[in-house]
């Protein structure tokens, strides 16, 4: 308020100053148009408030110091009542013309303003960032256009309750949220006029763009779900039915009473159903343990172990283990031992049975300053490029590959890697076997303090 009013003076001042400067080389009245630069700059700062009482003194001004008789506030002329009429006019349209102009441009301004928030709002709402975490940076970002404190954007029904001001947010007949402000917040009328239904056709959209992303992954994951059964049905239908086939036939032909057995033959058919059984039951471990790493329930309780220990005492009950050849001492890793043994027999066991019988299964153990590695290298076939990810699929079994199995094998010691902060991979180049390769975090051991 100061300084608008020390402002207006001034201007009428230097106004005044510059008549009484060109004084001697003009006409006195003629020169009543140049406080039109005292109106002119106050109408454009502060609008036609102030404008009109500086018009209105500038009037005062040059009646008093430059109008006949000087010095008071009467006119002896005809033609000076006119000019100061004319003038008066003349300075009453100018301020109007600036006022009007002012405020466009200040509403220029603000609609620019509405307009580059409303483009950085759509960029971060369908920039892929979750609807939810945008919301406290869409406030504030509002509560600047509106001219408020603070502004916050509830989502939904309204659910809040307080002292603060609600104002819906609404798209045609349908309600997006609510938009909290200040109860003593008055923001402009046009504005909220202009920017909320934009505002909330933008929060309408996202939200619509959530939903739809959260559908589509449910129905992703229901498609994968239904190959997976449909993967674990042809398992079944396979896998499953085989051992079941063995024990039945060999169950019934022990209990018939028309054939006779002698006692190899016996012994032969209950070997059959205790081989069958422990397939079976191996083949149903599998398919909990991968409904487990596929759950995430299969949470490691670690321990802490020499690696080579844990090789050994994987390797040592697995048939064939006589062919298999350990070289290398690990380093100490904080894992659970009894998945990380599972994983080391799964890669082993794969590795004999794409190997010869009468060959070897090399175990080779490395360290690195973060990682201890273990590489199992068979002497079978080979993978081709584009089996080397494929392999660890469940269920998956390779084109050519006709020997038994679920294909499980692989991709659970995948999983229980995984779980452990390890991870698996294959490795193989033509014509000289494959390589499965574990890696498993080392544990920094202390160095002893002197004696």
Same mark, same amino acid.
């Given at each position: 308020m100061a300084v608008k009013l020390a402002g207006s003076i001034a201007a009428v001042t230097l106004a005044t100053l510059l008549v009484w400067a060109l004084k001697p080389f003009a006409p006195t009245v003629s020169l009543g148009v140049l406080y039109i630069f005292a109106v002119l700059p106050v109408a454009v700062a502060w609008g036609i408030a102030w404008s009109l009482p500086v018009a209105l003194a500038s009037m005062l001004a040059f009646n008093f110091f430059f109008l006949p008789p000087t010095h008071t506030f009467t006119l002896r002329d005809s033609e000076n009542w006119f000019a100061l009429a004319v003038y008066s006019v003349t300075a009453v349209v100018v301020s109007e013309l600036a006022g009007r102009s002012r405020r466009r441009a200040a509403d220029a301004e603000q609609r620019e303003r509405e307009a580059s928030l409303l483009a950085q709002i759509a960029g971060h709402l369908l920039?892929? @960032?979750?609807?939810? &975490?945008?919301?406290?940076? =869409?406030? @504030?970002? $509002?509560?600047?256009?509106?001219?408020?404190?603070?502004?916050?954007?509830?989502?939904?029904?309204?659910?809040?309750?307080?002292?603060? &001001?609600?104002?819906?947010?609404?798209?045609? $007949?349908?309600? =997006?949220? +609510?938009?909290?402000?200040?109860?003593?917040?008055?923001?402009?009328?046009?504005?909220?006029?202009?920017?909320? !239904?934009?505002?909330?056709? /933008?929060?309408?959209?996202?939200?619509?763009?959530?939903?739809?992303?959260?559908?589509?992954?449910?129905?992703?994951?229901?498609?994968? #779900?239904?190959?997976?059964? $449909?993967?674990?049905?042809?398992?079944? #239908?396979?896998?499953?039915?085989?051992?079941?086939?063995?024990?039945? +036939? &060999?169950?019934?032909?022990?209990?018939?009473?028309?054939?006779?057995? #002698?006692?190899?033959?016996?012994?032969?058919?209950?070997?059959?159903?205790?081989?069958?059984?422990?397939?079976?039951?191996?083949?149903?471990?599998?398919?909990?343990?991968?409904?487990?790493?596929?759950?995430?329930?299969?949470?490691?309780?670690?321990?802490?172990?020499? /690696?080579?220990?844990?090789?050994?005492?994987?390797?040592?009950?697995?048939?064939?283990?006589?062919?298999?050849?350990?070289?290398?001492?690990?380093?100490?890793?904080?894992?659970?031992?009894?998945?990380? @043994?599972?994983?080391?027999?799964?890669? =082993?066991?794969?590795?004999?049975?794409? #190997? !010869?019988?009468?060959?070897?299964?090399? =175990?080779?153990? +490395?360290?690195t300053r973060q990682e201890a590695i273990v590489r199992v290298v068979d002497q079978g076939p080979g993978l081709d490029a584009g089996e080397l990810e494929r392999v660890f699929e469940p269920f998956y079994r390779g084109g050519s590959n006709q020997r038994s199995g679920a294909g499980l094998g692989l991709a659970i010691a995948r999983g229980f890697a995984a779980a452990n902060g390890g991870r698996v991979w294959a490795e193989s180049r033509p014509s000289q076997g494959a390589t499965f390769a574990l890696a498993l975090p080392v544990v920094e051991v202390p160095a002893e303090l002197p004696a």
């Open positions: 920039g892929g @960032q979750p609807l939810e &975490a945008e919301l406290g940076w =869409v406030g @504030q970002q $509002t509560a600047e256009v509106l001219g408020t404190e603070r502004a916050e954007v509830e989502l939904g029904p309204r659910r809040r309750r307080g002292a603060d &001001a609600p104002i819906p947010l609404e798209v045609d $007949t349908r309600s =997006v949220g +609510t938009l909290h402000v200040p109860s003593d917040a008055d923001p402009n009328l046009g504005v909220r006029n202009r920017f909320l !239904p934009a505002l909330a056709a /933008l929060l309408a959209v996202a939200s619509d763009r959530s939903r739809l992303e959260q559908e589509a992954l449910e129905a992703e994951a229901l498609r994968r #779900s239904d190959l997976v059964k $449909t993967a674990l049905l042809r398992a079944v #239908s396979h896998d499953l039915r085989s051992p079941l086939t063995g024990i039945t +036939t &060999a169950i019934g032909a022990l209990r018939s009473n028309t054939l006779v057995f #002698s006692e190899e033959d016996r012994q032969v058919l209950l070997d059959t159903i205790a081989v069958d059984a422990e397939r079976l039951g191996r083949l149903v471990g599998d398919l909990l343990d991968l409904s487990r790493l596929e759950a995430g329930g299969a949470e490691p309780d670690a321990e802490v172990w020499a /690696l080579d220990d844990l090789v050994r005492e994987a390797v040592r009950d697995l048939p064939g283990g006589d062919r298999v050849d350990l070289a290398g001492e690990g380093p100490l890793v904080n894992v659970d031992p009894v998945q990380i @043994q599972r994983v080391i027999a799964n890669l =082993v066991e794969n590795a004999l049975k794409f #190997s !010869p019988p009468s060959a070897h299964v090399h =175990v080779r153990i +490395t360290a």
